[in-house]
């Protein structure tokens, strides 16, 4: 592949890597990753992404609270995620979202720091990374609601239709899919796959989970994005090439970063 591969959505902080995660940094250059984008889940986990920000200069980082743990959000932690926010390698807030298959927290709470979350983005004016599983309506009509000129952002792991898509790129958002798509009976991530436009679309792991085939089951890792952007390729009739060209030129443009 001539194009770098830009992970857009991988956990390096996560607890699975503290026996080599440097290892795995070290190499991702060699196997053809560009960039990097380590969004937090919680306060605890956003400030070691800032900290990996910090230390690499292809890892990006976001900073905010996954909706599993919106019941332990208050106003300080707002506080503390907007002068995090401040390091420029900070550039989204994320991921934030609903999750109404866990239910972790009560879904008014999650409701609740989901719209502080999206207006602590517009505030800052960064994009901010969504995570949605089977809160689709409430989700989309929040994001509505809320969306202002600058709105922008990413659907992470998407698993929605075609037709929801479209409405989430309507209000400035990309549609980034990952290790699912490559799974034999995943026929909607597919056919997404298939309709998004090329210019909307993005690619991650979300590592350490959702590996892709052929490694599924195992660890994830930022590398096996390539997978990814294979199957998509093997979809659209193109080359994988076209693929990396594609997504990380989207990558950089939604983040305003240098080509
Ligand atoms: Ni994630």
């Known amino acids: 592949m001539e194009n770098k591969l830009i992970d857009s959505h991988a956990h390096l902080d996560d607890d699975r890597f503290d026996d080599d995660r440097i290892e795995i940094i070290n190499k991702l250059k060699d196997e053809g990753i560009e960039l990097v984008l380590n969004p937090g889940a919680d306060l605890a986990t956003s400030k070691k992404a800032v900290q990996l920000a910090d230390e690499y200069d292809f890892i990006y980082a976001a900073v905010g609270c996954h909706p599993h743990d919106s019941k332990y959000m208050d106003d300080n932690t707002m506080d503390v995620f907007r002068e995090l926010s401040k390091n420029e390698k900070v550039i989204a807030i994320g991921e934030i979202g609903l999750d109404y298959y866990y239910d972790n927290s009560d879904r008014e709470t999650q409701k609740i720091w989901f719209r502080e979350q999206i207006r602590l983005a517009n505030e800052l004016d960064l994009p901010y ?82 590996t892709p085939e052929p490694n599924r089951g195992k660890r994830n890792e930022p590398k096996y994005v390539r997978y990814v952007a294979e199957e998509i390729a093997r979809i659209r009739n193109v080359s994988a090439d076209v693929i990396a060209g594609s997504t990380n030129k989207n990558f950089k443009s939604l983040f305003r970063l240098k080509e």
């Not at 599983?133 to 929605?160: P, Q, V």
């Open 129 to 210: 990374i969504v995570h949605d599983r089977d809160a689709h309506e409430d989700l989309f009509r929040i994001m509505k609601e809320e969306a202002k000129s600058n709105t922008r952002g990413i659907l992470h792991c998407y698993s929605g239709s075609v037709e929801m898509a479209r409405e989430f790129i309507k209000l400035g958002f990309y549609i980034s899919l990952a290790g699912p798509v490559t799974f034999k009976k995943a026929k909607t991530p597919k056919m997404v796959a298939q309709e998004v436009p090329l210019d909307k679309l993005l690619i991650e792991t979300d590592s350490p989970y959702l």
